[in-house]
């Protein structure tokens, strides 16, 4: 009973409908990628290795900390894996670099979800303009031209109905994910200029994390 009441509603939309309808499976895809994308990053957080792989560094214990970045999903400990591969160049470079493109994975799709955002209610008020149009073609034919007119404009607004609704959908888990972006964002800002002052502290105690790199890479 509710399917057929939602498909009658769908019909008497107008064909403005369809793009409508495709309009709300990209959002629901874009949106589904986004949640997946994020508990899969959350899953591969290693808080306590982040902190023995910090204390090793600040000690000067590189070879404790390499070790702690091997074969791990954590993406703050592949990226000190990064710095430290390229200490004898530019540690921070290297990790700025291996940050920013975790980061622009974090955004990917992040611009379709904000074009429908927009285009949703854009096609739902295109919707209500052509039903209005047509049902004002029935202005001075015959008795029932009023409620002709009054019925075409009460089924022309379904479609703007649905384009504010699939904007709403769209709008709030935007926004969280957006704030998400810029909390790991500020969140590896941080990691990096930790590691740097904790590689700069191990340096002042005798500890050189670019003669560690460059022994490692003549091995």
């Known amino acids: 009973m509710l399917a057929n009441i939602v498909v009658d509603t769908f019909l008497l939309g107008g064909w403005v409908m369809w793009p409508i309808l495709a309009t709300f499976f990209l959002a629901l895809c874009c949106l589904l990628d986004r949640v997946v994308w ?31 970045t091997q074969n791990t999903p954590d ?17 921070l470079a290297a990790m700025q670099l291996d940050a920013t ?31 209005i149009m047509g049902s004002f073609s029935f202005v001075g034919d015959e008795q029932l031209a009023p409620a002709r007119v009054s019925g075409g404009i009460a089924e022309a607004l379904i479609a703007t109905a649905c384009g504010i609704a699939i904007a709403i959908l ?45 022994n490692r890479l003549s091995r």
């Open 38 to 68: 994020w508990l899969r990053l959350k899953a591969t957080l290693r808080q306590a290795a982040q902190e023995e792989a910090r204390t090793a560094i600040g000690t000067g214990d590189f070879s404790a900390a390499w070790a702690l």
């Open 75 to 91: 993406p703050y400990l592949r990226n000190l894996a990064e710095g430290m591969t390229h200490a004898h160049t530019s540690m």
């Open 101 to 131: 493109r975790l980061i622009e994975k974090s955004e990917a799709r992040m611009w379709v979800i904000s074009t429908l955002i927009t285009l949703a209610p854009l096609l739902g008020l295109f919707g209500t303009v052509v039903g």
């Open 170 to 214: 769209c709008l709030l888990p935007y926004n969280f994910f957006r704030k998400r972006v810029s909390v790991l964002r500020a969140s590896f800002e941080r990691w990096i200029n930790h590691t740097e002052l904790l590689v700069k502290s191990a340096k002042e105690h005798g500890h050189d994390l670019e003669t560690f790199a460059s």
